[in-house]
């Protein structure tokens, strides 16, 4: 059997679900950055403790919903779990945050 029957015979089975490459780092709000209009939400920068020297600080939209769909806002010094996790086959990676 060809290697690419084989992958998209596997690709097909039901039975097996495929996870997508995550992990998780702490981190906490540095700082948050207003705005310079109305239209752009403010961003909060969070200070990673596992990242390297050039990646520690990720920048986000301070626009965040709780688990009851309530809109909620970091604040400087809060302390968060950061989930960075692959998007489907593609090198892209989508930043998921929470409140620890």
């Known amino acids: ?51 390297t020297r050039r990646y520690r600080n990720l920048r986000i939209e301070n626009t965040l919903t709780d688990e009851n769909g309530d809109e909620v806002k970091l604040k400087k010094g809060a ?7 692959a998007a489907g086959k593609t090198s892209t990676a989508k930043i998921i945050t929470c409140p620890a």
Do not use: C, F
């Not at 679900?17 to 752009?40: F, L």
């Not at 302390?79 to 996790?85: F, K, L, R, Y």
């Open 79 to 85: 302390h968060v779990e950061v989930t960075v996790a």
């Open 1 to 51: 059997m060809a290697k690419s029957a084989r992958i998209m015979k596997r690709n097909l089975d039901t039975g097996r679900i495929p996870e997508r490459a995550s992990t998780i780092m702490r981190g906490t709000v540095d700082k948050i950055i207003p705005s310079r209009s109305r239209k752009q939400p403010e961003k909060a920068q969070i200070a990673v403790e596992r990242g």
